[in-house]
């Protein structure tokens, strides 16, 4: 086993959710979810060095507590790959992040994804990308996702895939109200609530049809009256910050808000870049966030960028 290689560099990227339909709870005490996963031009890169143990060190454009212990998603996915594949070797890994720290993007995944990749090669396991998702599927549901990329509808837990064509551009603002959202508990409130009014949870949640006919018809102004989240009433609940951010977008002329995943990033479709800064600038004016970023969607999957 090996490849001789002593240097392997693959980019992963974040994500958000364009819908999310949040279903019943399975006999493992996991929701039945449906989501439109669209990943976006924020990357964290992985470069992997042979080393005799696992190491992990790891620089950031964003702030927030990045854990260097078994915890950290990256580390799970080496000692998972070594341990299945009975590897003997390791490597010392760098992580670079773009992606919003705890802030419903999938960065911790993405890391783990690109992991995957970049192991995958430099100990020359020679694995398919179908079995390097089902493999990341165990670490998170958002890993095979940040593997394939571009936008794709995700079944069950999310890591069931089905990629979803899309056309024409779309771009993005993120706007950062700061604070952090626990996804568990995210999920807990988001059962309480719809216990709360009666609200009938279903098997299998599906996702509206014209957020479908919005993507392949590259129509931004559908798109953005389609954008739905079911735990978006569980993270305003939990962080009262959340939805004035994702009123003043749209009251600012963005085509649609809509928090990400389990929060606390809010995602704003809107026309073109000069748009978005406008509205940057007025959510930054108003006190109502930490920061704001511009990115472009449907972005590549993990992407080998340097091997040798």
């Known amino acids: 086993m090996g490849s001789g290689l002593k240097r392997v560099v693959v980019r992963a990227p974040g994500k958000i959710n364009l819908s999310l339909a949040v279903g019943a709870v399975d006999d493992r005490g996991y929701h039945s979810l449906a989501t439109i996963f669209h990943a976006v031009d924020l990357y964290e890169t992985v470069t992997a060095t042979p080393h005799d143990d696992l190491t992990l060190t790891v620089d950031s454009d964003v702030p ?12 799970r996915a080496a000692d ?14 760098h992580i670079h992040k773009e992606v919003p720290v705890a802030g419903g993007m999938g960065g911790g995944s993405a890391d783990a994804a690109a992991t995957l990749v970049a192991l995958d090669r430099l100990w020359g396991l020679g694995l398919t ?30 890591a069931d895939l089905t990629t979803v064509l899309t056309h024409g551009d779309w771009t993005w603002l993120l706007a950062l109200p700061g604070g952090h959202l626990s996804t568990p508990e995210v999920y807990r409130r988001h059962d309480e609530i719809a216990e709360a009014v009666g609200r009938q949870v279903p098997e ?13 018809g590259g129509d931004a102004r559908l798109l953005g009256r389609t954008l739905h989240n079911d735990l978006q009433s569980a993270a305003f609940a939990l962080h009262s910050g959340l939805e004035p951010v994702v009123e003043a ?27 978005a800064q406008e509205i940057a600038a007025q959510l930054m004016t108003s006190r109502l966030v930490d920061s704001c970023l511009v990115v472009r969607g449907s972005a590549p999957g993990a992407s080998v960028l340097e091997e040798s």
């Open 64 to 75: 927030g507590h990045i854990p260097l212990d078994g915890t950290n998603l990256a580390l």
């Open 80 to 93: 998972l790959l070594r341990s299945q594949y009975d590897v003997d070797e390791g490597a010392s890994l």
């Open 129 to 158: 990308g179908e079995e390097l998702r089902t493999l990341g599927s165990r670490i998170g549901a958002d890993v095979p996702f940040s593997m394939l990329g571009h936008t794709a509808l995700g079944r069950g837990t999310g």
């Open 204 to 216: 299998q949640p599906e996702i509206e049809e014209l957020q479908f006919q919005a993507l392949s």
């Open 249 to 275: 977008a749209e009251r600012a002329g963005a085509f649609g808000a809509l928090v990400s995943g389990s929060g606390p990033t809010v995602a704003a479709l809107v026309e073109d870049e000069e748009q």
